[in-house]
């Protein structure tokens, strides 16, 4: 049994990689149950094939720690990766599939909400999928949204609605309780990914924005559970990546589009099987 550490999970799981393994999240037969608060942890079962995997990781602010264990047909465990990088590459990689499945061909600007530890995963996401030329790095913590934009060639900025006025696509990645800026700023036609809000209580987007746009999900079950952006504004999805893949769902043209994701196992099965067969090829992690 392999296993990764927070840096030879990044170097076996690069973010092209990643990408495609969301695809086959929301492609191939998966079980996903929502998650389990036991103790301080935050518990994910979740099956994706013949592969199964469970992801504990902790809750505690500041204290980023956890594991997931992937599983082989057999049920033999077969690796166990590292869950906070695991889970903050896949769900940049998860924004880049949505933002190459819904954004237009021709963007080139990004505005990237948050600088935490999501905030560089969603941005390489989008850098992963279009060509950018822009990208505007907000944060509350102004010397945090600097370091972030001096890490990925791109500009801080102190006034979220400058930022989003701007963009052609706006990734929001923080623990908000109420919208990040006004509907206004948005400019027709963006596209818009949504991943910091997990619990009925959190909210990122400004409710008018998604009456008017059209909005896509992970899962429905999951979103109808946790998706406090849109349980807030009393919105029901249009779509899933899963109907976008399938083709039996279909964004009008010219219309602006909502990715709102929060998390589903089958995305840490299909990372953390991509990341192990990876690491095996590469030489990376420790046997056990």
Not at 69 to 88: E, K, R
Not at 134 to 163: F, H, M, N, Q, T
Request: charged fraction near 20%; glycine fraction near 10%; include cysteine.
């Amino acid at each position: 049994m392999l296993y990764l550490d927070a840096e030879n999970t990044r170097r076996a799981l690069p973010m092209a990689d990643a990408v495609d393994a969301m695809a086959h999240a929301f492609s191939g037969e998966a079980e996903t149950p929502l998650r389990t608060m036991v103790g301080v942890s935050l518990v994910m079962p979740g099956r994706l094939d013949d592969h199964m995997a469970v992801k504990v990781v902790s809750s505690v602010p500041g204290n980023p720690a956890g594991i997931v264990v992937v599983f082989g047909p057999d049920g033999s465990p077969v690796g166990i990766v590292d869950g906070p990088t695991l889970t903050a590459i896949r769900t940049g990689a998860v924004c880049g599939l949505a933002t190459r499945l819904l954004a237009p061909d021709g963007v080139s600007t990004l505005a990237a909400l948050g600088a935490g530890a999501m905030g560089l995963d969603q941005i390489e996401a989008i850098r992963a999928v279009r060509p950018l030329e822009r990208i505007l790095v907000w944060s509350r913590d102004l010397e945090k949204a600097k370091a972030l934009a001096g890490r990925v060639g791109g500009e801080a900025v102190a006034d979220p609605d400058a930022a989003v006025a701007e963009a052609d696509v706006v990734s929001c990645a923080t623990p908000a309780r109420s919208p990040l800026f006004r509907p206004e700023s948005v400019r027709p036609g963006a596209h818009l990914n949504a991943v910091g809000a997990f619990t009925p209580e959190m909210a990122e987007l400004p409710p008018e924005v998604l009456h008017e746009a059209f909005v896509v999900v992970d899962d429905r079950d999951a979103a109808a559970a946790e998706a406090g952006d849109l349980l807030q504004a009393g919105r029901t999805p249009d779509a899933t990546l899963r109907e976008l893949l399938e083709g039996s769902a279909t964004p009008p043209a010219g219309r602006t589009t909502v990715f709102k994701s929060v998390g589903v196992a089958a995305q840490d099965v299909a990372a953390g099987q991509r990341a192990l067969e990876n690491a095996a090829r590469m030489g990376l992690g420790i046997r056990l």
